[in-house]
């Protein structure tokens, strides 16, 4: 008995050591510990042997298991998987005047929300931005191939189209549907460039009368500081703003018949140009439909080829009250296109309506879009804003304005947009004189450095092409009959012009100048900017200007020079540095008790030397001085003045008789006896 007890005993215990404690049975041992089906017990002989259980699938919020368990009770988690994706419910929030739009995405599961998709606030019309810009991008597309169309046979607009398009387009903006119309305007234009384009000589015409334009319309830049004299800031207006920068207003001021003629033969369209103005139309109409339905556009706000026309027609009309009255009856079919305001806004400033004329451009500004890297547009009305602000608002506030729109047009303009500096320069010499905020004549002092800095190119460019022998144009081989008698005959014509061409000095750049040396005089500069100054108009250590007026003024290595003129009965021989080619030459001959004055001086001829440009002489001639009466106390007086006008001191050359005998003919000899 006592042997089976103890058997029994030794039994119940090797059982009891094969029970999993209840830590065991709740616990997760890691895989390693599991690995096999059959494993010891630590402490005991018992091989846990483990089956699948539960596979717990995993949740937006919990990683994925499987429950593995022995029949001994003890368990472990295995096999895991990643976590489930959420599952999202979308909910499209829309934007409103006052907040962005977006797209709610709730988990129906976990409750987890996020945002995304924004879009900008709407404007009034209910547009989005990205759908302003669609629209702004789509309608001023349409309107400037209607505006190339319409000037087919302009050059120098097709040529600033062309040149807008590749520089101005902001490539952010363009999507591919944007850029595949792009590509087709390029190539319309470039059909309409039927022959070789002469666009800088028809730059230099337009720059050439815009610079006078605004000499006769504004006073001296030293009258402008004076406190006596008001900048009169409509009439600067109408000077910046003299021509629309297009070839036939610029070369038609122009005096030289030969020139006109070469610039104008050749416009005619022909078939091709022709196909081309059709395919333009087409590719107009394609793209509005494919814009509108790709950008989710308000269909009504896209331009028809009809209104587009319209308001190119209607927008050069020369009436401005029929042109206003169209423009206000079609507010709504225009009111989103913001060159449309700029129109109104003009309209409103020609007809001294200087509060719509504000109101109007204040309109564009909300319109506009940022289709473009600088806003050509904007800064060209931007004159216009701020005369119209000065009839309207009170000094201090029209201080303000100006100030601030003064900066739209200097960000929005390129570096050779000259006359609009300029005119931003004047305005704060005006500022300056309200105020005496010395910053205001800083400003313009830097523009108008800038402005010199770039036009003395031009100068350069011109005085080397007078220096040098006439740059024939080259017949191309593949020239009609009719185009080569037409550059023969140019060549022909510009030969003869040599033989009596004085040098051209560039008006743009001494008008500039005048205002910068004015400035010079008004504000302290460093040695080291006057250096700069210098370094920009000294080429070589020799001005680039050629006539000694303005190379006394501006060149730093200004030479004193002898002249050696001769004058006789009826013709005046001066070197050629003296004039220029808008000089004018007016002679004073006093004698017998009277003073008479002889303006009709014309040139002969133009004699050149090989040993330089100092050589050079020019002979006048005059038809009244023939019937002056001679004595030999006679004196004569040579004043050699700038058509302009200018500031600087004019070249007199004085004679007096030497010899002077009648008996059967008269006989009167001349011998220069000052220079000034």
Not at 291 to 304: F, K, T, W
Not at 378 to 403: F, G
Request: hydrophobic content about 35%; aromatic content about 10%; proline content about 3%.
């Amino acid at each position: 008995m006592r042997v089976l007890a103890m058997m029994l005993v030794i039994l119940l215990a090797g059982c009891a050591a094969n029970t999993p404690s209840s830590k065991s049975a709740t616990s997760s041992p890691s895989n390693a510990l599991h690995a096999t089906e059959n494993e010891s017990s630590a402490n005991t002989g018992h091989r846990h042997k483990y089956t699948e259980s539960e596979v717990v699938a995993a949740t937006c919020s919990a990683e994925g298991y499987t429950v593995y368990v022995c029949d001994c009770g003890d368990t472990y988690n295995s096999d895991f998987t990643d976590k489930a994706d959420h599952t999202y419910e979308e909910t499209v929030i829309p934007p409103t005047t006052e907040t962005e739009g977006y797209t709610l995405y709730l988990c129906t599961v976990c409750g987890y929300a996020y945002k995304d998709n924004f879009t900008d606030e709407v404007t009034d019309d209910g547009l989005t931005a990205e759908q302003k810009n669609s629209i702004a991008m789509l309608n001023y597309l349409a309107t400037l191939t209607q505006e190339i169309n319409a000037s087919r046979n302009s050059r120098m607009f097709l040529e600033e189209a062309y040149a807008s398009l590749i520089n101005n387009t902001n490539p952010e903006k363009v999507n591919e549907l944007t850029e595949s119309h792009l590509c087709s305007l390029l190539d319309t234009i470039e059909e309409y460039r039927l022959i070789a384009v002469k666009r800088e000589r028809l730059e230099y015409l337009y720059n050439q009368n815009k610079a006078k334009a605004i000499r006769e319309a504004i006073p001296s830049p030293m009258a402008v500081l004076s406190a006596a004299t008001s900048l009169d800031v409509k009439r600067l207006v109408a000077s910046v703003a003299y021509m629309a920068v297009d070839s036939i207003s610029s070369y038609t001021a122009y005096n030289d018949e030969l020139d006109q003629a070469f610039l104008q033969d050749g416009w005619v369209l022909d078939d091709e140009a022709a196909a081309a103005l059709h395919e333009s139309r087409k590719y107009a109409f394609l793209f509005m439909i494919e814009m509108v339905r790709e950008d989710n556009l308000p269909g009504m706000l896209a331009l028809s080829e009809n209104a587009v026309e319209n308001y190119v027609t209607w927008t050069t009309n020369d009436n401005i009250v029929q042109r206003l009255q169209f423009l206000e009856s079609e507010e709504d079919t225009y009111r989103s296109f913001g060159n449309y305001w700029l129109a109104r806004a003009e309209c409103y400033y020609e007809l001294k309506d200087y509060e719509n004329c504000l109101e109007a451009i204040a309109m564009y500004k909300e319109y506009q879009a940022d289709i473009f890297r600088k806003d050509y547009y904007l800064a060209q009305i931007m004159p216009k804003a701020i005369a119209a602000a000065s009839e309207v608002y009170s000094e201090k506030d029209y201080i303000t304005y100006a100030e601030e729109h003064l900066k739209i047009l200097v960000d929005n303009t390129e570096s050779n947009e000259w006359a609009l500096r300029y005119f931003a320069a004047q305005i704060y010499m005006d500022l300056y004189t309200k105020t005496k905020d010395i910053h205001y004549l800083d400003q313009a002092y830097e523009l108008t450095l800038n402005n010199v800095n770039v036009l003395v190119n031009e100068q350069k460019t011109l005085t080397a092409t007078y220096l040098a022998d006439v740059q024939e144009i080259a017949i191309p081989n593949d020239a009609t009959k009719d185009e080569k008698k037409q550059i023969k005959d140019y060549n022909k014509a510009q030969r003869e012009k040599r033989k009596t061409e004085l040098p051209t000095v560039y008006e743009p750049l001494l008008l500039n100048c005048e205002l910068l040396f004015t400035l010079i005089e008004k504000i302290d500069i460093s040695p080291s900017e006057k250096a700069k100054i210098d370094a920009i108009l000294d080429v070589d250590s020799s001005s680039v200007f050629l006539t000694i007026p303005l190379v006394n003024r501006y060149a730093p290595n200004a030479k004193n020079i002898d002249v050696d003129a001769a004058f006789s009965k009826t013709t005046l021989t001066i070197p050629v540095y003296c004039v220029a080619a808008n000089s004018v030459v007016r002679v004073s001959i006093t004698g017998n008790g009277k003073t008479s004055i002889y303006e009709d001086w014309t040139i002969k001829e133009v004699k050149r030397s090989n040993e330089g440009f100092e050589s050079f002489v020019v002979t006048y001639t005059s038809e009244d001085v023939k019937d002056q009466t001679w004595s030999a106390d006679s004196t004569v007086e040579v004043e050699i003045l700038n058509e302009a006008g200018t500031e600087y001191d004019p070249v007199v050359i004085r004679f007096q008789v030497s010899k002077y005998s009648k008996f059967i003919w008269e006989t009167v000899e001349f011998e220069q006896v000052s220079f000034a």
